[in-house]
């Protein structure tokens, strides 16, 4: 609008329909501007400035920061404050729309695929200990871009990857956001989002597999020691904490939701004898940390003492068929600790583990607990 007071802040759409904010306030001229079209330009309009913060066409997203007096744009891509820990904050704000753009800029900038670990020829300075030969996909944390990064260097950030599946969790009931996972890998309703989820996950457990069995995320796939990167190939424990907090706690219903989880002293390794179905573990105590109040409503029941219950453990894109069984106890107890943790007392299943008949000493007859002894066969 020609001969307009436009104030700090306030956007426009302009004729090549990219979005221009005023960072310098002022007057705009008698006729339209020669306007920037390379994203965080800048165009003088009279006495106004204007910079591009969007192209026509491609996802909305969050900017990188502002300068420090406040009156221009960073325009520097990074997945974090760009997409996916911008689509968590935007979520939290009840800003679903925006959320979602977001997650599509990362999705568009930041995904790569075809990534490996590899040994660097530069002794004890970068990688002297992880490879990992079996091609994997993930997040990069930079992308290169007009008036932002250039070199940055496409190595695979485990933190950042952990941040998009959280994002993605969260807002995976967003129908915008499935039907455009579903233009981009096929399916109707979630699946075109399962499959890219899946994906993640299933290549950053090939990612845990390379520091064998110490259960750690490395921190990038590709070391860059140099400023301003400083891009590390070890054991982080952001990228770990990231990837354990996630794999016990978000499931997908929209909302960030803790799930209860156990903790189950160290050192228990259960044998079971067929013969009388006795275990080799007298008794131990489980405290459940429960938020959501899911086990406590359970544990109310008074039934449930005396009852069979079986420890089982599954990883991420598992399906509750493929639970291992970790214990097979009777629960004996329940209550509280100090701090507010349920807790569960277990003790030898002993002939309940069969949950049915149970021969003693080969029979002659079905026999279960509590049940007269029977008579030996022939009296002996």
Not at 237 to 256: D, K, V
Not at 289 to 297: E, N, R, S, T, Y
């Amino acid at each position: 609008m020609s001969g307009h007071n436009y104030s700090l802040g306030q956007q426009i759409a302009d004729s090549n329909g990219n979005q221009q904010k005023c960072v310098v306030a002022g007057t705009s001229g008698g006729s339209a501007p020669a306007w920037a079209t390379v994203y965080g330009a800048t165009t003088a309009d009279n006495t106004v400035t204007w910079q591009l913060t969007a192209l026509a066409g491609q996802p909305g997203h969050c900017s990188n920061g502002v300068n420090s007096p406040g009156t221009s744009l960073d325009v520097s891509e990074s997945v974090d404050s760009n997409g996916a820990w911008a689509a968590r904050l935007l979520h939290a704000l009840g800003n679903d729309t925006a959320a979602v753009e977001c997650l599509k800029w990362a999705y568009q900038s930041f995904y790569v695929t075809g990534q490996t670990i590899a040994l660097s020829g530069v002794i004890n300075s970068w990688n002297q200990v992880y490879q990992q030969a079996t091609p994997f996909s993930g997040v990069k944390k930079y992308n290169d871009s007009a008036n932002g990064y250039s070199g940055s260097p496409v190595s695979v950030s485990q933190e950042m990857i952990w941040g998009m599946i959280e994002a993605l969790l969260e807002l995976y009931s967003n129908t915008s956001l499935q039907t455009y996972f579903n233009s981009v890998f096929g399916g109707a309703g979630s699946q075109g989002l399962d499959t890219f989820l899946g994906t993640l996950i299933h290549d950053q457990f090939t990612v845990l597999s390379t520091t064998a069995a110490d259960g750690a995320m490395l921190a990038y796939s590709l070391a860059s020691r140099d400023l301003p990167w400083e891009f590390e190939v070890f054991e982080s424990i952001s990228a770990t904490a990231w990837f354990w907090i996630t794999a016990m706690a978000l499931f997908p219903s929209g909302q960030a939701t803790f799930l209860p989880y156990l903790l189950i002293p160290k050192g228990q390794n259960q044998s079971i004898s067929e013969k009388d179905g006795s275990s080799s573990i007298g008794q131990f105590e489980v405290e459940c940390i429960d938020p959501g109040g899911v086990v406590k409503a359970q544990l109310a029941n008074l039934g449930v003492i005396g009852l069979v219950a079986r420890l089982k453990m599954l990883f991420p894109t598992q399906q509750l068929g493929d639970a291992v069984v970790l214990h097979t106890v009777r629960i004996a107890e329940t209550g509280f600790t100090a701090d507010g943790k349920l807790t569960i007392t277990c003790q030898d299943a002993q002939a309940f583990i069969a949950q049915g008949l149970i021969w003693n000493y080969g029979g002659p007859a079905a026999w279960a607990p509590g049940e007269p002894e029977q008579v030996p066969v022939g009296g002996l």
